[in-house]
């Protein structure tokens, strides 16, 4: 089982550029969510998905865009990326809200110089 | 609104010793709580689940337990291995979708 799967691993990104994190999950999860890590915090919830063509609002969702076409993928954008979004980036999924738990990616660690 | 604290931030044992990390809460409204293990530069791998029902999980050498009334859990590591070191992470479900984490715990066990 591939589990949740992110793309890429690792990225330096251009002050202003923009991108986009890829998240797969082949669980057939409904819930799914993107956190952010950073040095000696606790994870961050950016934005979640609690099905296909329906998406909110984490904690800290400025500068951060989702979507949800599919069961299967959330992707993550960064439009006009900014030095304080330098992170370590994970994407989650889970059976209806984490009442069974949470399975993460690998995470993304994403620079911004 | 949610608060989880992980004291001690480190912790440095002896290979052989018995490890004990614990998490507190500050909202005992909670559905579960999730121990995870992240080595560093990876991701977070889960360890154990337990339900705002049960009191306690047991797998392998691994043993947690859940007092929500006091807002705590412990994770017990039996007879600790240097491939124990690594950060161990406790997040808390509670109403709505957020699971809230902790700081974390940096474990080193020294062979």
């Known amino acids: 089982n591939a589990g949740v799967t992110q793309t890429p691993k690792f990225h330096i990104l251009k002050i202003g550029q923009s991108m986009t994190l890829q998240c797969t999950q082949d669980?057939?999860?409904?819930?799914m969510y993107w956190y952010r890590q950073d040095p000696g915090m606790g994870l961050k919830l950016i934005y979640y998905s609690v099905g296909a063509g329906i998406t909110d609002k984490g904690e800290v969702p400025n500068g951060y865009n989702v979507s949800r076409s599919t069961t299967e993928d959330f992707p993550l954008r960064l439009e006009l990326a900014a030095p304080s979004q330098t992170s370590v980036y994970f994407c989650?999924?889970?059976?209806?809200?984490?009442?069974?738990?949470?399975?993460f990616g690998s995470g993304t660690r994403l620079t911004v110089v | 609104k949610q608060e989880v604290t992980q004291i001690p931030a480190a912790l440095s044992v002896p290979e052989g010793e018995n490890l004990v990390l614990n998490c507190s809460f500050t909202?005992?409204?909670?559905?579960?709580l999730q121990w995870f293990r992240q080595d560093p530069g990876k991701g977070l791998t889960s360890l154990l689940l337990?339900?705002?029902?049960?009191r306690e999980q047991t797998s392998g050498r691994l043993n947690a337990s859940l007092d929500k009334s006091s807002g705590r859990s412990t994770l017990y590591i039996a007879a600790s291995q240097p491939g124990d070191s690594a950060t161990y992470l406790c997040?808390?479900?509670?109403?709505?979708?957020?699971?809230?984490f902790g700081g974390g715990t940096r474990v080193l066990v020294k062979p």
């Open positions: 337990i339900q705002s029902s049960q």
């Open positions: 997040a808390v479900k509670a109403a709505g979708n957020k699971l809230t």
């Open positions: 909202d005992s409204a909670i559905y579960n």
């Open positions: 669980m057939n999860h409904n819930y």
């Open positions: 989650a999924s889970s059976y209806w809200g984490g009442a069974y738990g949470y399975t």
